[in-house]
């Protein structure tokens, strides 16, 4: 396998916002000139066409052209862990056919931007985790949290976790998301603060609750203004060891 230049964006939870930070950062770093793709190497819950899969999110999103089952190989039906909806559809996959089937995509671009599936423990194939195919990867990861109370524990186990498995962490994000329970959440003042001082990870900013439609750009403008790029654009611009 070539060594695959890019960051995977795992997150402490479905529906952190994965999608919504994995298309800004890419649109934001596209606006800059860098040539970053997006490839969501498996997804489950909504067929493709319905415009609502997250490869289709991801394309609209950032405006990049490709097809969607390009961007996802892999889709399954059922809103079930990738390894279970795959079963439904009776398909079986490995982790190898996940990284293969993304390989064509990843050569179209300077470096990539892949979005997980779930968290880091989540079962994708009969005997793989999340992790398991970001190690497999051998990119480094940025967390996605809620803002919110809990996000302390669920941001700490998901570090601890990657560390175990010797994946570097470029930093964490906080989404507010689009509940309305962090308004009056007083644990959002300090929680940045201390996930960085019990885990050392770097803390990358905060994503705003989005009130209107979220388009390019919006979630451009949005990015520019609220997360520190400097550490993405490193993590995919720098050469790594085994690529040189
Ligand atoms: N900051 C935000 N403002 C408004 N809506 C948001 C925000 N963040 C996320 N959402 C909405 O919350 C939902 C979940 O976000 P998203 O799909 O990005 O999560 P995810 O982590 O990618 O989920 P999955 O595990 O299914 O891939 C989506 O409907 C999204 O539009
Ligand atoms: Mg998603």
Redesign the pocket.
């Known amino acids: 396998m070539n060594v695959i230049r890019g960051l995977f964006v795992t ?1 402490t ?11 800004g950062l890419a649109a934001a770093l596209r606006a800059e000139n860098l040539n970053v793709g997006v490839w ?1 190497p498996v ?1 489950s ?1 909504t067929l493709l066409g319905s415009g609502e899969t ?1 490869a289709e ?1 991801l394309l609209q999103y950032t405006g990049i052209h490709e097809r969607a089952e390009d961007v996802a190989p892999f889709t399954f039906q059922a809103p079930l862990t990738p390894m279970l909806a795959a079963k439904q559809d009776g398909v079986d996959i490995t982790l190898q056919e996940i990284i293969s089937a993304g390989q064509p995509l990843i050569n179209r671009y300077e470096s990539v931007l892949i ?5 880091v423990a989540v079962p994708l194939t009969e005997d793989s985790l999340v992790v398991d195919l970001i190690s497999e990867l051998r990119t480094p990861a940025l967390i ?1 949290a809620r803002t919110g109370l809990g996000t302390i524990n669920h941001t700490l186990l998901t570090v601890s976790y990657l560390q175990q498995h010797e994946i570097p962490i470029v930093g964490f994000i906080l ?4 509940s309305d329970e962090i308004y009056n959440d007083s644990s959002i003042a300090t929680n940045a603060e201390l996930i960085e001082r019990y885990c050392g990870i770097s803390f990358l900013g905060r ?5 209107d439609e ?1 388009n390019t750009e919006l979630l451009i403008q949005v990015i520019r203004e609220k997360i520190h790029l400097a550490p993405i654009r490193q993590a995919l611009t720098v050469q790594s060891m085994e690529d040189e």
């Open positions: 997150g939870d479905t529906d952190v916002g994965k999608t919504i930070v994995t298309g969501k997804q819950g997250d999110r979005e997980g599936a779930g968290g996605v989404n507010d998301g689009e994503i705003p609750r989005f009130m979220i």
